[in-house]
Every structure is written in C-alpha cells, then in structure tokens.
C-alpha cells in the first residue's frame, strides 16, 4: 500500500503537489503566484489533456474567461488576477479530474479530498490556536490576523477555512472500518483542534454544518448497516455524549464560550434570521440585476455575500447564469453518486457532507474576488469526483500510467 502511494505521488510529480499545496495555503497571501504554476504545469500532462476535455470543462472556461473581461474592466485587486480568474478554475478543474485518475481506487480519492481540505484549513487552524495560547478563550474580538501577520481577517471569512474539518466526524463514522487506526486518531484530534478554533471566532455556520454532516452520515450509514454496527455506533456515540457532558463546561459563562455567548446576546436569533444582515445585500443584488445587468461597481454597496450574485455583480447577466448552469451540473452529479450503486458508501457521504460545506459557504460567503481560493478548491472537487464517478459506472479510466511525471 506504502509503495503504490508512493508510487502514485511520483506519478503526479512532487512539483505540482508542492504548488497545490502553496495555492490552497496562500501563505504569505501568494497563493496567486503558485496558481500560475498549477496553470502551467498541467500543460506538460499532454496525454492526459488530449482524452480530459469536457463540457463541464468547456462550461467552467466559458464563465472563467467571460469573468476576467469583466474583472479587467475594473481590476480593483490588480492585474495579475484577470488572467487568474480567467484560467485557474478550469485549470484546477483539470487537476482534480487528473489527480483522480491516478489515484483511482476510491478509497485513494477519499483521502485525497480529506487531505486537500485539510492542507485548505491549516494556516487558519495554526493562526488561531496562536491566538488561544497567547490570549486564551476570553478574547472578544473574533477578527484575527493569519500567522504570518497582516490585516485581520474576519471572523466568517477565518471560520470558513473549518468547514470541511466539521465533517471528519460524519467521515470516520462512514469509513472507520477502512481507515487505519491512527489516521483515526489523528482526524480526531485535528476535529477537536478545530472545534476549539471555532468555538474562539463564535462561528455558528460551522457549528449547524458539523451537526447536518454528522446527520446526514447517520441517515445514510444506518440502513446500510447491520443492527450489531449500528448498537457499538450508539454505544460509542452515547459513551462520548456523556464524557462532554460530565466533563465539558456548557455554560455560556465559561471562558470557552465568551465568544459564542456574545453573538447570541447581540440579538442573535434577529441576526441568524437575516443571515447576518445578507437577505438585505441579496435582495438588493437581484434588483440590481434588472437595473445594472452588466454588473456594477463594488462600492455600491460591498460584496452581495453570495457567490452568485457577485458574480453578477463583477461579470453581469452572462457569468452569472453560466455559473448558476454549473452549479446545477454538479448538483446532479452529486444527485448520481448518491443513487449510484457502485459508489462505495463512504465516498457518497464525503461527496454528500462536502457539498453541504462549499454551499453553505457559497450562499454567504463573498464572491470569486473574496474568497477565490475556496472556489478553485471547489472546482478541483468537482473534477476528482466526476471523473471518480464517471469511470466507476463506465469503466473508462484514463490511462495514468504513462503520464510523465514532473520531477
């Protein structure tokens, strides 16, 4: 097992990892460098290219080049992101449909995803644990700088670097049986980790999607287990649930909690209500959509906080429909893989959990020119799945092994 992974990393060329690695880092904000490496090394996978071309290919170019004319028009940002928001997403679309096709088995998928988000959560798990060691729970000001130093980063936008490590739980409950026991230990600890670091910046999206995920694992896992698994599931469940309760302070005037209780004195079921005060951006979008349908400036009113509408915002009518039409492509990709009955159960609740992850962010999160690293991991996702999907049910797998590695 040890060999062929090797084997299979070697394949995909440690280079292209290492600028994967430092796109979806984005240490020291140069994430934008290493997406030009990732934009040129998949031009030396040439026969993977020749056999790769597809319409979510195509679709996903069309919006991309369309998104970065508009973007030109007003590069707030700077230059250099109009070719990046022109090429990257299709680009890492690529990579996730080759990644897959090396890494074929689908439990080899399954680890590559976890492992992706997990390398996306790290310089915010780092920066926040800092934060706790030097300040401890009691801070108030959920706005924190990463590690490297720089502007502070808000809250929601630091939280959303959590979301997929909310769904390890949902995972190892779907796959223990297939994972090794120390990985087990180690996802755990990575959640644990994460829970604090959510709990610090008081983020309640992650918390509601580390609830739905670990629901959906169970609606899914149960009837597909039989009664002795499910009774040590519950055993193990309810010998957990009483750990926490005996030996975790709930209180909402513990320090652990300090962040967590002032959202929800500050109005909260007023703010979870209106989104945090988004519906009023949404609906404000949507008239602009009729009022200015070749998009409009930021200074507006800010981000629409939907990535949707801020493509409209940046591109106008045609990203943003084009967009919308991707979207539902993945959706009934998804759709697919959950009925499909040769997709291993563990791969279709990661696929299921994930999903609920990026949109939960997409609908609250700001666009493609605010949170652009979350959009081309989600493209990536999108080709790594397909691609998992498609040769599963047909059998048609790309050949590999006779891609030239780049070392």
């Known amino acids: 097992m040890k060999r062929e992974l090797i084997d299979k990393i070697q394949t995909i060329g440690f280079i292209p990892l290492l600028f994967l690695i430092g796109l979806f880092t984005n240490i020291f904000n140069y994430g934008h460098l ?11 996978k040439k026969q993977f290219l020749k056999k790769a071309i597809d319409r979510n290919f195509l679709l ?7 998104y970065g ?14 070719i990046i928001y022109a090429s990257a997403p299709p680009v890492l679309y690529l990579w996730g449909k080759y990644i897959s096709t090396v890494f074929k088995e689908s439990m080899f998928v399954f680890f590559t995803a976890v492992i992706l988000t997990l390398i996306y959560s790290f310089p ?7 934060n706790i060691l030097e300040g401890g729970f009691g801070q108030l000001d959920r706005n924190l700088p990463m590690f490297w130093g720089g502007e502070p980063i808000n809250a929601t936008a630091m939280g959303a670097f959590f979301v997929f490590n909310m769904c390890i739980p949902a995972l190892l409950f779907s796959a223990y049986k297939v994972i090794p026991k120390y990985l087990i230990i180690v996802l755990g600890a990575i959640f644990v980790i994460s829970l604090l670091c959510v709990l610090r910046i008081g983020s309640r999206t992650q918390l509601a999607i580390f609830i739905l995920s670990l629901i959906i694992s169970l ?45 929800m004195e500050d109005d909260g079921a007023a703010d979870i209500a209106s989104g945090g005060g988004r519906t009023k951006l949404w609906v404000k979008s949507i008239d602009y959509m009729f009022e200015k349908p070749l ?13 949707w509408l801020d493509a409209l915002r940046v591109g106008g009518f045609i990203p943003f429909v084009i ?27 990661l696929c299921l959990t994930y999903t609920l992850g990026f949109f939960s962010l997409f609908m609250v999160e700001p666009g493609i020119d605010g949170t652009f690293t979350l959009f081309i991991l989600f493209c990536l996702f999108v080709g790594l799945v397909r691609h998992h999907y498609i040769t599963t049910n047909n059998g048609n797998v790309l050949n590999a092994n006779n891609h030239q590695s780049i070392n």
């Open 219 to 263: 609606v899914v896992a149960i009837p597909k287990r039989s009664f002795k698994e499910n009774s040590v599931t519950f055993t193990v469940f309810a010998i957990l649930l009483g750990v926490v309760a005996t030996q975790v302070s709930l209180d909402l005037d513990s320090d652990i909690l300090a962040t967590f209780a002032s959202r």
């Open 124 to 130: 915010a798990m780092v920066s926040v644990v800092l």
């Open 34 to 44: 290493f997406a030009y490496g990732c934009i040129g090394l998949i031009l030396f």
């Open 295 to 307: 998009g409009w400036d930021l200074q507006e009113f800010g981000y629409s906080h939907n990535l």
């Open 60 to 66: 996903l170019t069309f919006f991309s080049v369309t």
């Open 323 to 349: 967009l919308i039409l991707y979207s539902l492509r993945f959706i009934n990709l998804i759709y697919n893989i959950f009925f499909s009955k040769k997709i291993d159960m563990s791969f279709q609740i």
């Open 69 to 82: 004319m508009f973007y030109a028009l007003n590069p707030w940002k700077g230059f250099q992101f109009v």
